[in-house]
């Protein structure tokens, strides 16, 4: 069974850093890229970048840019995103989940994480 | 940023009817459009992809329709389960976007 298995919620405080993970199982984990996606509460989803775990190269939605980094360790199928410094507002539940193979600029995502919930208060 | 927005924002829908879900581009997205159901305290799931190839596993009463920047999701018959937020995805363009939702509640 192809799996997205995510870390356990997070509480922080402002100015804090934390890394988030996203362990893959069931399928060969260098073949499909995978993307984050923000949700904050109450709102839809926010595309936040992407990762080919054959190489870690990555690609951002402009408005986490500079603000989050995603990698991976391909050696224990496992992606990863992080923050230096949390602020209040990325207060969300963040998911990761698995692209199709094959596509050059993006595709639908399938599997999904059980999602990860970050709270940052002071 | 190709915007994606859908309509109603709200559906209320009686058990055994049908409910239609719009979802329309602000660019030409060819047919690179998926549908995701997400209820409450869980993980979106694919549902359509290609715009209207059902995912492995999905009911033949969830059935998409579309191509270019006009796109329908339509469940035919409503069953207890359904009762959820939909989201639309463009895939086309970069970044890749997603519809602010459309929540189907009971009637």
């Known amino acids: 069974e192809v799996q997205l298995v995510q870390s356990g919620a997070e509480v922080k405080k402002p100015g804090e850093s934390l890394r988030i993970s996203c362990k893959g199982s069931g399928y060969s984990f260098t073949t499909y890229w995978i993307s984050w996606v923000r949700q904050m509460p109450g709102i839809g989803l926010e595309w936040m970048g992407r990762?080919?775990?054959?190489?870690?190269?990555?690609n951002y939605s402009p408005p986490f840019q500079g603000h989050v980094t995603i990698s991976a360790d391909k050696s224990i199928t496992t992606a990863y995103l992080q923050w230096k410094s949390l602020k209040a507002s990325d207060t969300a539940v963040y998911y990761c989940a698995r692209h199709a193979p094959g596509y050059i600029i993006s595709s639908w995502l399938d599997p999904w994480g059980q999602g990860t919930l970050v709270t940052v208060s002071s | 940023e190709t915007v994606m927005t859908q309509s109603p924002a709200t559906l209320s829908v009686s058990p055994g009817e049908r409910a239609t879900l719009s979802c329309r581009a602000s660019q030409r997205v060819s047919s690179d459009l998926a549908w995701y159901q997400q209820k409450p305290g869980q993980a979106p799931r694919l549902l359509i992809y290609?715009?209207?190839t059902r995912a492995t596993g999905i009911p033949a009463r969830f059935s998409g329709r579309g191509s270019g920047t006009e796109f329908t999701l339509t469940l035919s018959s409503l069953q207890s389960e359904d009762f959820a937020v939909y989201y639309c995805?463009?895939?086309?363009?970069?970044?890749?976007?997603f519809g602010q939702g459309t929540k189907v509640e009971i009637k």
């Open positions: 995805q463009q895939y086309n363009n970069w970044p890749q976007t």
């Open positions: 290609g715009a209207s």
């Open positions: 990762i080919d775990p054959s190489d870690s190269y990555t």
